[in-house]
């Protein structure tokens, strides 16, 4: 379980995944362009309505990696920084006037260090995967910006991997480091999932549309009526604040280390740019 685990963090930075996730993102912006088409009318008593929304962000946050660095410390080997980059993947859809359920998936850099010394050369990794959902509103929205806060929850996991790379002496076991040396684990990884509440606020600014359609409704006198659908593009930013709620221990290979501060917490404050595909259907009367 621990190795399929690890396999599954360590396969969402492989070449391959990210060139099928991307293929998927295409697709999924199809769809939804796709749907706006066949939309007749906004929702009743709004000129202006979206049909969904998706999201590609680049974002920034600070690891809690101060009990990890402790042990590392002790042991003589290199510290792991706490800043970490990541990826983020959004979409949501609307739920009634003005409200949006969205979906979020977070793939966070790893962060390593290299400890080289007379007895051996050290390596310790940290990874972390992160999926949420959340209910958002939009508390802004016209031709040229939206603005939108919401609340949610997310899960993830964070791994822990130290291992060596080559060994030149041997001592007794009192630390990681002799851990490794003696041979007692090879490597010794440690898994920890976590749950934390997630309250975000995101605002955009439109690009330019494209793919206008035009689809008359009403015929007055000097008066034409139509419905416009098109997809637009949306550049923005956003800031999340993400309290810890709860972490529990998942796996690991060490019992003589089952007990150390081999684990470290998820980011609280988050923030970063996101790009955004929407189709938007409008009422027009000249």
């Known amino acids: 379980m621990k190795r399929l685990l690890c396999f599954s963090i360590k396969a969402c930075k492989s ?10 993102v295409l697709l999924l912006l199809w769809n939804v362009h796709a749907l706006s088409q ?57 739920i009634g006037k003005n409200f949006l359920l969205g979906s979020d998936i977070k793939s966070f850099s790893e962060n390593s260090s290299l400890t080289r ?7 310790t990794k940290i990874q972390s995967l992160e999926a949420g959902i959340n209910l958002g509103y939009l508390l802004v929205q016209n031709s040229s910006v939206i603005v939108a806060p919401s609340v949610g929850f997310a899960a993830g996991f964070n791994l822990t991997d130290i291992y060596i790379t ?5 001592f007794p076991r009192s630390s990681v480091k002799d851990e ?5 684990h090879p490597e010794i990884t440690k898994m920890v999932s976590y749950i ?8 955009y600014f439109k690009l330019f549309g494209f793919g206008v359609k035009e689809t008359p409704v009403q015929e007055l006198p000097n008066k034409p009526v139509s419905i416009q659908n098109r ?3 949306w550049l923005g930013g956003f800031v999340s604040y993400n309290p810890l709620l709860t972490s529990n221990f998942v796996t690991g290979t060490s019992d003589f280390f089952s007990s150390a501060s081999l684990g470290y917490k998820p980011s ?10 929407t189709t938007s259907l409008r009422l027009i009367v000249p």
């Open 231 to 233: 997809g637009e593009l």
């Open 166 to 170: 080559g060994v030149y002496l041997a």
């Open 180 to 184: 490794l040396l003696n041979g007692f």
């Open 15 to 24: 070449t391959g995944v990210r060139i099928a996730l991307f293929a998927f």
């Open 117 to 123: 010394d007379t007895s051996g050369s050290f390596v």
């Open 196 to 203: 934390n509440l997630s309250i975000e606020l995101e605002a």
């Open 38 to 94: 066949t939309l007749q009318k906004p929702i009743e008593g709004d000129s202006l309505s979206f049909t969904g929304f998706v999201t590609l962000g680049y974002g920034f946050g600070s690891l809690d990696v101060e009990q990890l660095n402790q042990v590392l410390k002790k042991s003589n080997l290199s510290e792991i920084k706490s800043s970490v980059s990541f990826y983020n993947l959004n979409a949501k859809l609307p």
């Open 268 to 277: 609280t404050l988050n923030y970063g740019v996101r790009l955004m595909f």
